[in-house]
C-alpha cells in the first residue's frame, strides 16, 4: 500500500474512476489474491493473465460456461437440419434417381450432415466465444496504463472496476495492497479523450471489402444474362483436348483413316460363336421353329422368369394383358400423337397363330414401330418371354375343354 | 500451471500382496473357462475356432491399445500420462502371453485345418481364379513369416517400454525417457503396418474375396477403444485397493474419458466411411460382406453396432462431468468393452446363413482369454511401482489439470 495510490483515487471524481489495478509477478500470487477478493464478495471484476492460468476460475468463483450447451443445440440443429433439407430436396422439392438408389437414402446424407453438425457446431463456438467475451473490444481504459502491456509478456494483473456495488476507492485499494502486488495499486482513469466514432479510414476501408467481395458475384450474374461469341474458355486445356483418338474420329496413320480399328475378318470372341440356330434365331433348317429349343426348360420356374421379364419390357407398350392398351400408348394418345401406331394386340388370331420362332424373332429383331430387344434382354429371357406369352394367349382364348375337370363340374 | 499442494505422490506406490486373491480369481477364470470351451466345443471344432478366433482377437485388441497409448505418450512427450502410463506399459508388457495365446489360432492352421481360412484349401484355391490370384500374399509359408514379424515386433516393443521404464525408476534421469521417445516415432510406423496387415490376416481373409481399405484402421479404432477403457478400469481397481488414490485424479480420468468420447466418434466415422463407399459403388465383389451383415438375425446386431457402438456412447461419453466421475466413467468403459466384443462377433461370424450362433462357447474362449491376461497383468503389477517414479515429467503429470 502507497500513499500517493490512495490520494489519486480520491482526489479524483468517483464517475471518472475506472477502477483500481494491481500487479502480481507469479501465477500463484494472482490466484492467492484472486481468492481474497473473491471472499471479500466483489462482483465486478477480473484478472489478466498471458496465458491461461490453471485454477483461477475457481479461485475467482467464476460459474462454469453455458458455450458447451449453447455449441451442443447448434450441433444438433446443424445435423437435423441438413437431415431435413436433403430429405426436402430429394423426395419432395426434386425427387431425381441417382444409381438406382431410393430417393430418400440416408448412407448418402450421412457426410453431409456430418459436415453441417461440425460446422454448426465450430462457427457458434467461435462466434459464441466472442459474444460471451464481449469481444472484440476496440479500446479499454487499460490501454493507457504503460506497465499493462507487459500482460501479454511475463506478469499477472487483477482489475476491481469502480462500478462493483462493493467499490470504495481506500478500502479496495487497503484490500489489493494486502494481497502482495508489486508497486503501487494504481488508478485507471475512465478514458475520455477517445471517441466513439469510428474513424472515416476504417469506414471506408470496409466498405472498399465489401465492394470488391461483390465483384466476382456480379461477374457471375452478369455471365449468366449475356450471351458471348468467343469460344469457351478452358481452364484445364489438358483435360478437355486429351492426346487420345475418340470413337468415330479420323487417324491419318491408317489407310482407311478409321480410329477405330475393325475386328480382323472372321473374329468371334469367347461364348460369341452363337452357332445354334435354334436357340438363338428360333429357326430350325431355315424355317421358324415349331417348339422351344431344348435348352430351355419347360416349367414353373421358366414361366415364372418369362413373366417377370414379360412385366418388366413388354408391359410398358402391350399392357398387363397384353391387349395393346399399355401407359406408354395411353400417354402417345393422350398427347394426340399423329405418328403414333397403337402396339398390337396379342391376342389377335395372326399372333395366336405365329409358331414361337417367329415370336422369338419378332422380339429380337423388332415389328414395325417395336424396337428389337436382343440388346437388352438375353436368349434364354427372350424364350422365357415366349413362354410365357402362349400361356397369356391361351388364357384369353380358353375353352371350357381346358379347364380341369373340378373346376368344370363347377361350372356346368 | 502447478498447484504445488496438490501435486503429492502417494506413499504406496505398489500392490504387494493385495492382488493376490484377483490374481488367483482370474487364473482359475481363465484356465477353468478355456478348458470349459474346449470340452463343450470338441464336437465342433469349426466351431470353436471361430470362437476362440473372437476371443482373441479382443484380448489382442487390448494389448494393442495398451501398447499404441504408451508408444504415442512417449512420441507426443507426453506429460498428462505419466503416472497412469505404468499400468498401460504393464498390459503392453504381456504381448508374449498374446503370442502364445494366438497358437490357438495358427495351431490348427499349422494342422492343416481349413475350416477358418479357405484360402488354406488348395482345392479351393486352385478352382478359384480369385483366390488363386491372391496366394501369392495368401499362402500358409508367407503368412506364418507375417505372425513371426507381427509378433516379434510387438513382444520386442513391449518389454522395450517397461523394462527401460523400469529400470527409469531407478536410475532416473532423462536419457532413459530420450530414448524411448526416439524409438517410439519409427515404432508406431511398424505398428500401423503390423496392426494393419495383422487384422487383414486373422479376421479379412476370412473371407478371403472380399476387400476393404479400411479394414486394418477399423480394427485400430476398436483397439484404442478396448485399450482405454481397460486402462480405466484397471486403475479404478488399483485405487480399490488404496494406491494411487492422489496421483491419479479425475484431471487423469477426464483425459482417459476425452479419448474414449474420441474413439467412439473415430470409430463410426470409420465404420461409415467403410460401408458408404460400399454401398454407393455397389459392386457385388464387396456388397456381399455387408449383405451377410444385413441378414435375418444380423441385421438386428448391425442396427445394435450402430446404436450401442456408436450413438448412446456418443451422447453419453460427452459430458465433461461424466467423464471426471468414476462411477460412471466405469460404466462407459464397461459399456465399450462388452459392444467391443459384438463387434468382433459381427466381424468374424456371419457366412450368409443369416444366424446370430452365439453360444456358452463363445463367451467361455472370452472369459478364458480375458482371465489369462487379467492375471498376468496383475501378477505383473504386485511387484513394480505402479507409476514410473523415475520419469523426469512425473511433477507435471501430478499437478496435471484440464484447462
Known amino acids: ?412 | 500451471m502447478s498447484h504445488p499442494e496438490e501435486a503429492r505422490l502417494d506413499d504406496a506406490i505398489t500392490l504387494d500382496a493385495d492382488s493376490g486373491g484377483l490374481f488367483r480369481s482370474l487364473l482359475i477364470v481363465g484356465v477353468g473357462s478355456l478348458s470349459g470351451a474346449v470340452l463343450l466345443g470338441m464336437n465342433d471344432l469349426a466351431k470353436l475356432q471361430r470362437a476362440y478366433l473372437v476371443a482373441f482377437m479382443y484380448v489382442l485388441s487390448i494389448a494393442l491399445g495398451a501398447l499404441w497409448f504408451v508408444t504415442i505418450q512417449h512420441l507426443t512427450n507426453a506429460k498428462w500420462s505419466v503416472v497412469v502410463r505404468r499400468v498401460a506399459e504393464i498390459m503392453a508388457s504381456n504381448m508374449w502371453l498374446v503370442a502364445l495365446l494366438s497358437l490357438g489360432v495358427v495351431g490348427p492352421m499349422l494342422l492343416g485345418s481349413t475350416d477358418l481360412y479357405v484360402w488354406l484349401d488348395h482345392a479351393r484355391v486352385e478352382q478359384d481364379h480369385v483366390l488363386h490370384h491372391k496366394s501369392a500374399y495368401l499362402n500358409i509359408q508367407f503368412f506364418i513369416v507375417r505372425w513371426v514379424l507381427y509378433f516379434g515386433f510387438w513382444i520386442w516393443l513391449g518389454r522395450r517400454f517397461f523394462r527401460l521404464s523400469v529400470q527409469q525408476d531407478r536410475d532416473g534421469g532423462s536419457e532413459i525417457s530420450t530414448t524411448l521417445r526416439r524409438i517410439s516415432a519409427p515404432s508406431m510406423i511398424v505398428f500401423a503396418l503390423t496392426l494393419t496387415f495383422c487384422a487383414i490376416d486373422l479376421v479379412m481373409s476370412l473371407d478371403a474375396l472380399w476387400f476393404s481399405t479400411m479394414f486394418g484402421v477399423y480394427y485400430f479404432a476398436g483397439c484404442v477403444l478396448a485399450g482405454y477403457s481397460t486402462l480405466g478400469l484397471f486403475l479404478m481397481w488399483i485405487q480399490s485397493k488404496g494406491r494411487l488414490t492422489t496421483s491419479v485424479n479425475s484431471e487423469h480420468y477426464h483425459d482417459i474419458g476425452k479419448m474414449m468420447f474420441a474413439f467412439t466418434v473415430f470409430w463410426a466415422y470409420i465404420a461409415f466411411s467403410q460401408f458408404m463407399l460400399i454401398w454407393y459403388a455397389d459392386v457385388p465383389e464387396e456388397t456381399h460382406w455387408y449383405h451377410w451383415r444385413f441378414e435375418g438375425s444380423w441385421k438386428v446386431v448391425s442396427a445394435l453396432l450402430l446404436v450401442a457402438h456408436f450413438a448412446v456412447p456418443f451422447f453419453g461419453l460427452m459430458s465433461r462431468h461424466v467423464k471426471r466421475n468414476k462411477r460412471s466413467l466405469a460404466f462407459w468403459a464397461v459399456w465399450i468393452l462388452v459392444i467391443h466384443y459384438v463387434d468382433l462377433f459381427w466381424l468374424v461370424y456371419p457366412n450368409g446363413s443369416g444366424e446370430v450362433p452365439l453360444s456358452a462357447v463363445d463367451i467361455l474362449c472370452w472369459l478364458g482369454v480375458l482371465g489369462l491376461f487379467g492375471a498376468v497383468s496383475v501378477r505383473r503389477a504386485q511387484k513394480i511401482n505402479l507409476i514410473p517414479t523415475g520419469d523426469p515429467r512425473l511433477a507435471d503429470s501430478l499437478a496435471f489439470e484440464n484447462a
Open chain 1, 1 to 412: 500500500m502507497t500513499d500517493s495510490s490512495e490520494s489519486v483515487a480520491v482526489s479524483k471524481e468517483p464517475e471518472q474512476v475506472h477502477g483500481l489495478l494491481a500487479e502480481y509477478e507469479t501465477p500463484q500470487k494472482l490466484i492467492a489474491a484472486a481468492r481474497r477478493i473473491k471472499e471479500a464478495g466483489y462482483s465486478r471484476w477480473d484478472s489478466f493473465s498471458p496465458f491461461p492460468v490453471h485454477g483461477i476460475d475457481p479461485a475467482m468463483g467464476i460459474r462454469p460456461t453455458i458455450l458447451p450447451w449453447i455449441v451442443f443445440a447448434a450441433g444438433l440443429s446443424g445435423g437435423t437440419g441438413a437431415l431435413f433439407f436433403q430429405w426436402w430436396t430429394s423426395t419432395q422439392d426434386y425427387p431425381w434417381i441417382v444409381s438406382g438408389k431410393p430417393f430418400w437414402s440416408i448412407p448418402a446424407n450421412i457426410p453431409i450432415t456430418f459436415e453441417l453438425t461440425v460446422l454448426a457446431a465450430a462457427l457458434t463456438c467461435f462466434a459464441g466465444m466472442l459474444i460471451l467475451n464481449k469481444l472484440p473490444l476496440p479500446s479499454h481504459p487499460l490501454d493507457r496504463i504503460r506497465r499493462f502491456a507487459r500482460v501479454t509478456n511475463d506478469r499477472f494483473f487483477v482489475l476491481i472496476q469502480a462500478s462493483d456495488p462493493k467499490f470504495d476507492a481506500r478500502q479496495t485499494s487497503e484490500l489489493l495492497a494486502a494481497t502482495g502486488p508489486r508497486g503501487a495499486v494504481e488508478t485507471v482513469m475512465e478514458d475520455t479523450q477517445s471517441s466513439n466514432v469510428v474513424p472515416r479510414g476504417v469506414t471506408f476501408g470496409l466498405l472498399i471489402l465489401v465492394s470488391a467481395a461483390a465483384v466476382p458475384f456480379s461477374l457471375a450474374a452478369l455471365a449468366r444474362v449475356s450471351t458471348n461469341t468467343k469460344p469457351k474458355f478452358h481452364i484445364v486445356p489438358d483435360m478437355d483436348f486429351q492426346q487420345k483418338y475418340k470413337p468415330q474420329r479420323k487417324n491419318a496413320f491408317f489407310e482407311d483413316q478409321r480410329a477405330m480399328r475393325l475386328d480382323v475378318a472372321g473374329t468371334v470372341a469367347v461364348g460369341e460363336l452363337k452357332d445354334d440356330d435354334h436357340f438363338y434365331r428360333g429357326k430350325l433348317n431355315g424355317t421358324f421353329a415349331k417348339t422351344f429349343p431344348p435348352q430351355i426348360e419347360i416349367s414353373e420356374q421358366t414361366m415364372a422368369r418369362g413373366q417377370d421379364r414379360f412385366g418388366i419390357y413388354c408391359t410398358p407398350c402391350h399392357g398387363v394383358d397384353g391387349a395393346g392398351q399399355g401407359m406408354v400408348h395411353q400417354r402417345a394418345r393422350s398427347l394426340m400423337q399423329g405418328t403414333w401406331v397403337q402396339p398390337s394386340d396379342l391376342h389377335m388370331e395372326a399372333l395366336r397363330y405365329k409358331s414361337v420362332g417367329e415370336l422369338f424373332e419378332g422380339i429380337s429383331k423388332g415389328v414395325r414401330n417395336m424396337p428389337g430387344y436382343a440388346r437388352q434382354i438375353d436368349p434364354a429371357d427372350r424364350w422365357a418371354i415366349v413362354l410365357y406369352l402362349r400361356a397369356l394367349q391361351r388364357s384369353q382364348a380358353a375353352s371350357l375343354a381346358d379347364l380341369p375337370e373340378a373346376e368344370r363340374k363347377g361350372l356346368e
